[in-house]
């Protein structure tokens, strides 16, 4: 299984980010997958923002849950990440991953993709 994540690198303020992760060898139904975007902003730790599960429910980092949607494509094996009014501070590495259920390390990873908001 591969993740791989694509979008633009650069967002004005109070724009809607949006990055899209395209699963290869893997479908985003097959259980007990969990499917998650994460993001390393510089300097800091990493930081789970929501999951798409196997079943098709999602779960939201409450601290970003106001801003945050993610949706998935299943005949084209995407998932997308939709992040609302970004500011500087959204600036950051994001991730896809993957992890199985009641498993809290992620064992598949894409490669990253730099975002910086900046006008």
């Known amino acids: 299984v591969q993740l791989q994540e694509s979008g633009p690198g650069l967002v004005k303020p109070s724009q809607t980010l949006s990055l899209t992760c395209t699963v290869s060898?893997?479908?985003?139904?097959?259980?007990?997958?969990?499917w998650s975007w994460i993001r390393q902003p510089p300097g800091k730790g990493l930081e789970w923002m929501g999951d798409?599960?196997?079943?098709?429910?999602?779960y939201y980092n409450p601290s970003l849950k106001s801003r945050v949607s993610i949706s998935r494509d299943t005949s084209n094996n995407q998932i997308t990440l939709h992040l609302r009014s970004v500011t500087p501070e959204d600036t950051a590495v994001y991730y896809c991953?993957?992890?199985?259920?009641?498993?809290?390390?992620?064992?598949?990873w894409g490669q990253g993709t730099q975002v910086t908001v900046s006008s």
């Open positions: 991953a993957r992890r199985e259920t009641n498993i809290s390390i992620y064992d598949i």
């Open positions: 060898g893997g479908s985003l139904t097959a259980y007990p997958y969990y």
């Open positions: 798409t599960v196997y079943s098709g429910s999602a």
